[in-house]
């Protein structure tokens, strides 16, 4: 049986993130002896937060110095907690935190690491990965031999735990002072208003290039398509997406929405999310943009063409219907 460390780190206010419940969730599933170790400036909610899980021990980092990503700090720490654990497989969400600092700490270790995970089980006794590859094209399996092995989980792969929390356990792991050349001195934003991509949004909600077309008055109405979208967007709180069609006009000269931009684009050249729910809008549904919504669980679009590639089978709901008339009726009820 495996020795498994789950490897969190603490969201900005104290608790653990989505991400790293899923991965707990993933990490349960093995049935090995576990353990959770957990990152951050203060550890205590979050250790309350997985008091249910079934740990045999929970393994705690903190000090101000964690409470941001910084290569140097997160590094030293992740290795402390893989040494004090002698855990052979070591679990950690796919965050942009942990996505640059596991690697190097594998190397350290003389082990070795796997990235983008979107399951792990157990075989015949042998931990057995499952990724994708060419664009979420192929899935692959994966076995190593190698140990310790770490295993970074997609988001969005596995249910999050769900366990009440309680009082915890902890066992607090002292660090010497890491020197660094790297500070934090804040956080840049944009407003919420602003902010158009929401991983952990519901909802994904994807526009075409047929925003920009002509309408049936045989002029373009971009202005008004922005002011629809955003609209849908502040309401509702979901994340926008844009075909491959759409964010390239703007390298054509043409009319562009001014709130997208390549980063939401979705598809084989662009993200591939994980929400529950999609909505395509003025996008044909081509092959190379519905790889993008492989792992989106309810797919709808709202299309004029009834032959359109959504109709085909890969849309479980088409609105043969005008979008610009669809999310004026759509804002008007959510607002």
């Excluded at 993933?26 to 353990?35: R, Y």
């Excluded at 015949?124 to 990724?131: C, F, I, K, L, N």
């Excluded at 158009?196 to 077309?213: N, Y």
Aim: include cysteine.
């Amino acid at each position: 049986m495996e020795k498994v460390l789950l490897l969190t780190h603490t969201e900005q206010d104290g608790t653990l993130g989505s991400a790293a419940l899923e991965t707990l969730h993933a990490a349960q599933a093995l049935h090995g002896e576990l353990t959770i170790g957990i990152i951050g400036a203060s550890t205590h909610s979050a250790a309350d937060q997985v008091a249910a899980a079934g740990a045999n021990r929970i393994l705690t980092i903190e000090a101000e110095a964690f409470a941001q990503s910084r290569y140097a700090t997160d590094a030293a720490a992740i290795e402390a907690l893989c040494r004090a654990s002698g855990a052979e497989l070591i679990l950690a969400p796919h965050t942009s935190r942990f996505a640059r600092a596991v690697p190097g700490v594998a190397a350290r270790l003389s082990g070795r690491v796997d990235t983008h995970a979107t399951s792990v089980s157990i075989v015949d006794g042998v931990p057995e990965v499952s990724r994708w590859f060419y664009r979420q094209r192929m899935e692959g399996v994966l076995t190593r031999t190698q140990r310790p092995w770490f295993v970074l989980v997609e988001p969005g792969s596995y249910p999050a735990f769900s366990g009440a929390a309680g009082q915890s356990t902890i066992q607090r792991i002292q660090m010497p002072d890491i020197p660094t050349r790297t500070t934090v001195t804040g956080i840049r934003a944009p407003e919420a208003d602003e902010q158009t991509i929401r991983p952990d949004a519901k909802l994904l909600f994807v526009a075409g290039a047929g925003w920009t077309k002509k309408q049936p008055d045989g002029a373009p109405h971009t202005q008004e398509a922005e002011q629809l979208i955003l609209g849908m967007l502040r309401a509702s709180k979901a994340s926008l997406g844009g075909s491959k069609s759409l964010v390239d006009l703007s390298g054509e000269g043409q009319a562009v929405l001014k709130c997208m931009t390549h980063l939401n684009q979705v598809g084989q050249t662009g993200s591939t999310p994980r929400h529950q729910k999609g909505l395509a809008t003025c996008c044909h549904g081509e092959e190379p943009h519905v790889v993008g919504w492989r792992f989106v669980t309810e797919r709808r679009a709202v299309n004029l063409d009834p032959n359109c590639g959504w109709a085909r089978g890969k849309a479980d709901v088409l609105y043969v219907a005008d979008a610009f008339a669809v999310m004026r009726e759509v804002n008007r009820l959510l607002g």
